[in-house]
């Protein structure tokens, strides 16, 4: 591929020098008229031709640039389809080909993953494709340009700084860039398979706030919450490359052990999303976003903003002991209208609400009926439960972990269900309610199975409110 590229340059360099001397050869004599005619008529068409192409050798006439092989305005979109057995990456880009897109993976822990680190080949006619097993975790996936090759560092630059569009973005290192998409695979967040990921070109340049980059610095936040997951839609007037921290909080320490946290990047228009994961939701906690300019090395950030935050302005700026500033918000998370015991995991998804009691709050080991105690944990469950309107609908599921047998692990989810709901519905106080009893096994795992923590989480009865 890198000698079809310099092939076509000699080729144009070529045609234009020949262009040149038929020029010169009309004004030489007199007797090659018709000769010159025809020359003149090439160099005409030609001089034409060339007219139609930017000095990139880009087509100013097509009106979508997706088209264009090699534009400067760089792009590149997939689909990433996650199957039971496979992870599969079909894309399409208008980089040269013979460019190679590198991925990288790490789990929540931001450990490399191997399985999910490769290369792929842009073709001639612009796609690529990569190939991964299925983990049964999360990994946090950049697929990224790679500028190795001398023929990509020659057309784009050796850090990219050719290189334009909203696929180009600004790293810490002055004068480089990088053309990147982030995102997330976890197999355990989608109950169905396959599903896919659809990765398209963002839109930066139209939604810049017009005081992008002032010291003066404001955040908007939208929180939208999923079971387990908490996704945030920020905007803001802060520079590309500012990194925001943000951490589940709980300050009047309802459930001390529930938190979580996750920092991202902002985009070029001020704009940048977080997802957290999160087992235990409720009503009075807060997620609390930082920005702490003495932690960075960007140093188009630190311009504008001061080694210490000294530059920074607003009612979000806060004050270290140092002296030195930072920014802060807080955004009330709103969680169930309903408590639990705090062993029992709270989360929610629009009007449905799920318990995950432990199994070990409710069942002796390999038993399905309840001990003693487990009626405590349950009767502080019915009491909240008797607060609900009328005509509640209810699911009650069993789960299990992989370990063992799993025709096994399904009799005895769905023994351990029935002994949930018989003890549900012969306490509660509601004058209508519809209980569905089911057992999973194995199969709807909420953690993974590699380590006994996830397997843990996985044995479990839920209690699921407002089934959707």
Same mark, same amino acid.
């Given at each position: ?89 079909? /894309? !399409? #880009? *208008? =980089?040269?080909? %013979?460019?190679? &897109? $590198?991925?990288?993976? @790490? ?6 993953? +191997? ?118 839609? /920020? !905007? #803001? *007037? =802060?520079?590309? %490359?500012?990194? &925001? $921290?943000?951490?589940? @909080? ?6 001390? +052990? ?211």
């Amino acid at each position: 591929m890198k000698h079809r590229y310099f092939l076509y340059m000699l080729i144009s360099i070529i045609l234009v020098v020949g262009a040149c001397s038929q020029t010169d050869d009309e004004n030489s004599t007199e007797n090659d008229t018709e000769e010159n005619d025809i020359n003149d008529s090439e160099v005409e068409s030609e001089e034409s031709k060339d007219d139609k192409y930017n000095e990139n050798g880009i087509s100013d006439e097509t009106e979508d640039y997706r088209s264009d092989i090699g534009n400067l305005n760089i792009w590149f979109e997939a689909d990433v389809v996650i199957d039971e057995d496979k992870v599969t990456i079909e /894309g !399409e #880009s *208008n =980089l040269l080909p %013979g460019t190679e &897109i $590198s991925s990288n993976a @790490s789990n929540k822990s931001n450990w490399p993953v +191997s399985d999910y680190n490769d290369y792929a080949e842009i073709q001639d006619d612009g796609t690529f494709e990569f190939e991964f097993p299925v983990l049964d975790y999360e990994v946090d996936m950049k697929l990224r340009v790679d500028t190795r090759a001398d023929f990509v560092a020659e057309h784009y630059g050796k850090n990219l700084e050719k290189a334009e569009g909203n696929q180009v973005y600004q790293t810490n290192t002055i004068g480089e860039y990088e053309s990147r998409y982030e995102f997330a695979i976890d197999p355990l967040e989608i109950d169905e398979t396959p599903y896919t990921i659809n990765l398209t070109t963002p839109d930066w340049e139209s939604n810049v706030p017009s005081d992008y980059g002032d010291s003066n610095v404001w955040m908007d936040v939208t929180a939208t919450t999923k079971h387990n997951y908490l996704y945030f839609d /920020g !905007e #803001s *007037n =802060l520079v590309e %490359g500012v990194n &925001i $921290s943000g951490s589940i @909080s709980d300050p009047r320490d309802l459930v001390s +052990s529930a938190w979580s946290s996750s920092s991202a990047r902002v985009n070029p228009d001020g704009s940048f999303q977080m997802k957290i994961h999160y087992w235990d939701l409720r009503d009075g906690m807060e997620m609390i976003f930082t920005f702490d300019p003495s932690n960075t090395v960007w140093e188009h950030v630190i311009d504008t903003y001061g080694e210490e935050g000294e530059e920074l302005a607003g009612d979000l700026v806060k004050t270290f002991d140092d002296d030195s500033q930072y920014i802060e918000l807080a955004v009330d998370l709103a969680g169930p209208k309903i408590s639990a015991p705090e062993a029992v995991d709270l989360s929610m998804e629009e009007e449905e609400i799920k318990m995950q009691v432990p199994d070990d709050l409710l069942f002796d080991f390999d038993k399905s009926n309840l001990k003693s105690e487990a009626t405590d944990a349950l009767d502080e469950i019915i009491n909240d439960l008797n607060g609900l309107p009328t005509d509640v609908q209810m699911e009650i599921n069993g789960h299990t972990d992989n370990e063992g047998d799993a025709d096994y692990n399904l009799g005895l989810s769905e023994e351990r269900a029935h002994a949930v709901a018989d003890y549900i519905s012969d306490h509660i106080e509601l004058d209508s309610i519809t209980l569905d009893v089911q057992g999973f096994g194995e199969t709807k795992p909420i953690a993974s199975n590699e380590d006994e923590d996830g397997r843990q989480k996985n044995r479990r009865v839920e209690i699921v409110i407002n089934p959707k």
